[in-house]
């Protein structure tokens, strides 16, 4: 069996997606081309330049990031004719899908050739929902496809399990206090500072963690999505789940992971691949899969997938040195700290999506990043990778620190 490394991982700050955020002024194919060309300075011009392909994960493929944009990544990269290029939306899990299609090809070719793979959103530039789907505002359609938004099935899934707003606001105030008290510590190394069109620093810590966070504080704020489900969606819920009578709207808006601007990317391959470049790895991917769920509750076939690889393996979540589990919403998070009782010491240790921010495409490449750094820095060697997406796509992996 030909197995896939991971021979290093960046991504960049997460800047807000607004228009004086730290990564606006940049289109994404510069800011995923700013990874590229800190991946050849780590790792040596030849590495990046034979690899085989470039896969990035894109959810709002529109405008710009229209036009293939692995493509004009690599055009504007200056990357050779003969790489091959693919962009692909998978929504949330894009960028986790992007490195695990990249793995699954270099295994079953074996050859000696790396691959780039991972993800961008700039949502400066492309809002949420910006690809403006028919379904997303024909009522008639959504509900005939069971289309709800992401935010609302957060709410039923705390409607379900009886979370309180208490609840997730404690969450969230230990994502922002991780992150902040882990920028504090420093020594970040995977993250790449971003230099702006002018050749100055734009953008080098995420810029929407909040380090005086707490659960008293997030008290203020309202539920936030209460009136977009009295619109309809809220039909379309109780339908699905007719032992409700009603959906409990708890989620403000300080529950969900901000909208941000950010990439990451990820280089692979066989370990001839690796001998051929001059490198030794980090970390060997173990196993990967996706799995799917029910699209109205959405937020649960990450929870399948990484049900799915504990039974394929036969590990246990106590077998893990660190857990990087998506928060997708205050209400997952949550569930997994209730159903499965990990050691919270070991899941998002340095804080999470709660805090750094949501770039669609790039999330899945970002926890990828995280992990392998963070079992770096503490010496770990086992790592759990979970990943949640809209209308019910979700994604694991398991890497192993070598």
């Known amino acids: 069996m030909t197995h896939t490394y991971i021979y290093d991982a960046v991504r960049s700050p997460r800047g807000k997606a607004k228009e004086d955020g730290g ?26 330049n034979d690899a085989a392909s470039l896969t990035l994960g894109c959810v709002g493929q529109v405008g710009a990031q229209g036009g293939h944009l692995a493509l004009v990544t690599r055009l504007h990269a200056g990357l050779p004719d003969s790489l091959r290029a693919l962009t692909i939306n998978n929504y949330c899990v894009s960028g986790l899908t992007a490195v695990g299609m990249a793995a699954s090809e270099a295994q079953a070719i074996g ?94 810590r995420d810029e929407s963690v909040r380090a005086g966070t707490t659960a008293e504080g997030l008290g203020r704020f309202p539920p936030a999505f209460a009136e977009m489900g009295a619109a309809g969606f809220d039909a379309v819920m109780l339908k699905a789940r007719p032992e409700l009578k009603e959906i409990s709207h708890v989620h403000s808006v300080a529950n969900c992971p901000p909208v941000c601007d950010g990439a990451a990317l990820a280089l692979v391959g066989s370990r ?34 990484m049900d799915q690889l504990l039974a394929r393996t036969g590990l246990k979540l106590s077998d ?26 070991k899941v998002n240790p340095e804080g999470g999506h709660l805090a750094m921010g949501h770039p669609m495409g790039a999330s899945g490449a970002i926890l990828l990043a995280t992990m ?17 997406g809209g209308s019910g796509v979700g994604s694991a992996m398991i890497v192993e620190r070598v």
């Open 23 to 48: 990564l606006a002024a940049l289109k994404p194919h510069a800011l995923t081309g700013q990874l590229i060309t800190a991946l050849a300075a780590r790792n040596g011009e030849a590495a990046v």
């Open 111 to 204: 050859d000696d050739r790396l691959r780039l793979a991972g993800g961008v959103e700039m949502m400066s530039a492309v809002p949420f929902m910006g690809d403006k789907a028919h379904y997303y505002a024909d009522r008639e359609t959504a509900a005939a496809l069971r289309y709800v938004p992401v935010a609302l099935s957060a709410d039923l899934m705390a409607t379900m399990e009886g979370f309180s707003r208490d609840d997730l606001n404690a969450v969230t105030a230990r994502s922002h206090q991780r992150a902040a008290a882990a920028w504090e510590r420093g020594g970040l190394d995977e993250i790449i500072p971003i230099t702006g069109p002018d050749g100055s620093v734009a953008l080098e």
């Open 272 to 305: 001839d691949a690796g001998k051929a470049a001059g490198l030794a790895p980090k970390a060997r991917i173990r196993a990967f899969t996706e799995a799917t769920g029910d699209p109205v509750l959405q937020l649960t076939a990450g929870f399948a997938a």
């Open 320 to 345: 893990f040195d660190r857990i990087e589990f998506m928060e997708a919403f205050a209400a997952t998070p949550v569930k997994f700290e209730r159903d499965y009782a990990p050691d919270m010491d």
């Open 372 to 388: 392998v750094a963070g079992l770096e820095r503490s010496g770990g060697t086992l790592g759990l990778i979970v990943a949640h």
